[in-house]
């Protein structure tokens, strides 16, 4: 069983975003992912520190370490970020689009914690 951290499970929904022809990334958010709107805008702060995404637009108040507000619709996903699920997926590169989202999500049928990504990911794969 795979157990993903919050992180990931963002950076996944990043990723499987991606894979459209025309990616609306700002349908990336909390509900969507069925996360914790402040750990989400903790993940994008940290896969964006990390490097694994950039272009976050991402608003702090007062001595907050973390952003309050995150907006998604300018997000991309580095080539490391990429990487970094293809491995954790074991995801060959040469895949075809719908092939690597389609991985993703039968990987994360037995992690009760991303349930609602899954739902989400299906989305995507309806729509190719």
């Known amino acids: 069983m795979m157990k993903l951290e919050t992180k990931e499970l963002v950076l996944v929904a990043i990723y499987t975003e991606y894979q459209k022809d025309l990616p609306k990334m700002e349908s990336i958010s909390p509900d969507s992912i069925g996360i914790d709107p402040q750990l989400f805008n903790v993940a994008i702060c940290k896969l964006d520190n990390e490097g694994y995404i950039r272009d976050a637009v991402m608003v702090f108040a007062g001595d907050e370490a973390f952003p ?3 907006r998604t619709s300018k997000v991309k996903i580095t080539n490391t ?3 970094y699920i ?3 997926f ?3 590169r040469s895949s075809r689009r719908y092939d690597k989202v389609r991985k993703v999500a039968e990987k994360l049928v037995d992690n ?3 349930q609602v990504l899954i739902g ?3 989305q995507v794969l309806a729509g190719f």
Do not use: K, R
Request: overall charge negative; hydrophobic content about 50%; proline content about 0%.
């Open 68 to 70: 309050v507000v995150v």
């Open 81 to 83: 970020g990429i990487e």
């Open 86 to 88: 293809e491995g954790l």
């Open 90 to 92: 074991e995801i060959e």
């Open 112 to 114: 009760v914690a991303s």
């Open 120 to 122: 989400y990911i299906t």
